[in-house]
């Protein structure tokens, strides 16, 4: 995190500046997030490049969701000059460039309900005990064509796991999408059609937190745009169909020391240090707490029922898939070494994912009597309730309801958030499930009207 007075900040703002004026640059978006991870944007001439660097611009934060009340409105959005890029579908003579940005409030201090700010907070606690955390997500999503008939989404392909044909159109928009996601400096490691029609991953390259968050927002915006371009929607929603696989964000983590990543142990019968096994027991810990932030819409839960690859027991074995977080096989290699947590899912704010996951698994490791479970490796769909209860394995919510209660409860939420960022998520996620809970479904009409 580069403090705003930072010498090498400067140092980039001048070299940002430098690429403004040589590419003829007219506008740039100043892009954040609200606490739901929704990208706000709004474009700033560039003939004031230089006043925006230095101090920002000012917004109505009043308008944004989890941003303060009308009393408390006046935010400044300052530009991270190491996330500008010139947005690669905009290369015409109307050359425009993206960059995210910190919230600040007007007396100059960091706005406490930034979702970018408290990652960047619980990155700072891990280096400030000699940690990096880095993580890679891979991203599920749908491409979706629209019904001329009706308001109507169906899958844009009729193929499956890894299937391949050059000459389909959605073949095409992941070539175009890997392509802009080099331009603007994602490196993408993975990107094929996964099991259901019409959806689609794509893995990229691991990072520190806050610029995998970065990169995270920027693949969002890239995949919905190529889809658009070509006719199409993209979504991120979990569970857009019923029946069939949802959409999660399966996200790879690992700890490093300096050069050394602190999840290996060469002693070890499997490769794994007792560094991470507490890192794993501190997320078991909190995944009921952190599971309304991972899984933060109505329709998340939809997607975590068992039979379509999802977890829902609070669990954790190697590279069997059905707990909540597992080790894959790295094959022996010590940079290799980490785990994946798979309830997390795209639609999701991913600063503050990372932020809870990042700060559930360092408190495993700096509390002393932490305790470990067993692994299992065993398929725990299959085992009995009284199986179940014996090993002690209990379920993730099983609604985003049951997870705000537990959310609420928390107290160790509490201080990864904040007091008040705490509340206004809270609050945020407690109307998006009201709204849920009023609407009447077109499958109970047809169940109920003429049943009872």
């Given at each position: 995190m580069i403090e705003k007075n930072h010498p090498?900040?400067?140092?980039?703002?001048?070299?940002?500046?430098?690429?403004?004026?040589?590419?003829?640059?007219?506008?740039?978006?100043?892009?954040?997030?609200?606490?739901?991870?929704?990208?706000?944007?709004?474009?700033?001439?560039?003939?004031?490049?230089?006043?925006?660097?230095?101090?920002?611009?000012?917004?109505?934060?009043?308008?944004?969701?989890?941003?303060?009340?009308?009393?408390?409105?006046?935010?400044?959005?300052?530009?991270?000059?190491?996330?500008?890029?010139?947005?690669?579908?905009?290369?015409?003579?109307?050359?425009?460039?993206?960059?995210?940005?910190?919230?600040?409030?007007?007396?100059?201090?960091?706005?406490?309900?930034?979702?970018?700010?408290?990652?960047?907070?619980?990155?700072?606690?891990?280096?400030?005990?000699?940690?990096?955390?880095?993580?890679?997500?891979?991203?599920?999503?749908?491409?979706?064509?629209?019904?001329?008939?009706?308001?109507?989404?169906?899958?844009?392909?009729?193929?499956?796991?890894?299937?391949?044909?050059?000459?389909?159109?959605?073949?095409?928009?992941?070539?175009?999408?890997?392509?802009?996601?080099?331009?603007?400096?994602?490196?993408?490691?993975?990107?094929?059609?996964?099991?259901?029609?019409?959806?689609?991953?794509?893995?990229?390259?691991?990072?520190?937190?806050?610029?995998?968050?970065?990169?995270?927002?920027?693949?969002?915006?890239?995949?919905?745009?190529?889809?658009?371009k070509n006719n199409m929607t993209a979504t991120f929603m979990p569970k857009p169909f019923a029946g069939i696989n949802g959409s999660g964000m399966h996200v790879h983590q690992s700890l490093w020391e300096g050069q050394n990543n602190v999840f290996y142990d060469e002693s070890d019968k499997d490769n794994i240090s007792i560094m991470m096994r507490k890192w794993i027991a501190g997320q078991l810990k909190h995944a009921r707490a952190m599971c309304a932030v991972l899984s933060s819409w109505p329709n998340s839960y939809k997607r975590l029922v068992p039979g379509y690859e999802a977890p829902v027991y609070i669990a954790w074995g190697f590279r069997n898939r059905s707990p909540l977080i597992r080790v894959p096989d790295f094959h022996g290699k010590p940079n290799a070494a980490r785990c994946e947590i798979r309830c997390p899912d795209p639609a999701g704010n991913p600063y503050l994912q990372f932020a809870v996951l990042l700060s559930a698994g360092l408190d495993g490791i700096l509390s002393e009597d932490i305790e470990i479970p067993e692994s299992r490796d065993e398929n725990v769909y299959k085992l009995t309730t009284k199986e179940m209860e014996k090993a002690g394995i209990v379920a993730l919510p099983g609604s985003l309801s049951e997870a705000l209660k537990e959310f609420r409860n928390s107290e160790f939420m509490k201080e990864v958030f904040g007091e008040q960022p705490f509340k206004n998520f809270y609050y945020a996620k407690l109307e998006e499930n009201d709204a849920y809970r009023v609407v009447v479904s077109e499958w109970e009409r047809t169940r109920y009207i003429t049943r009872l």
């Open positions: 090498k900040r400067k140092e980039l703002c001048e070299k940002v500046i430098e690429k403004v004026k040589e590419n003829d640059i007219k506008f740039i978006y100043l892009q954040f997030t609200d606490m739901h991870g929704i990208i706000k944007s709004f474009e700033i001439n560039s003939k004031r490049i230089e006043d925006f660097f230095e101090i920002g611009e000012s917004f109505d934060g009043s308008s944004i969701t989890g941003y303060g009340a009308i009393e408390e409105s006046d935010k400044v959005a300052l530009p991270d000059p190491s996330t500008f890029y010139i947005i690669p579908w905009r290369n015409d003579n109307r050359k425009v460039a993206r960059v995210f940005c910190d919230i600040y409030n007007p007396n100059g201090s960091r706005y406490d309900g930034d979702p970018r700010y408290i990652l960047q907070k619980a990155a700072k606690k891990a280096e400030d005990h000699g940690y990096t955390y880095y993580c890679a997500p891979e991203m599920e999503f749908f491409i979706l064509e629209k019904s001329t008939k009706a308001e109507v989404f169906n899958p844009s392909d009729m193929r499956g796991y890894f299937d391949y044909d050059p000459y389909d159109i959605n073949e095409k928009v992941r070539y175009t999408i890997a392509e802009y996601c080099d331009i603007m400096g994602i490196e993408i490691e993975a990107l094929h059609h996964e099991v259901a029609l019409g959806q689609h991953e794509v893995d990229f390259r691991y990072d520190e937190a806050v610029n995998t968050a970065d990169n995270t927002n920027t693949i969002k915006m890239i995949i919905k745009t190529v889809a658009a």
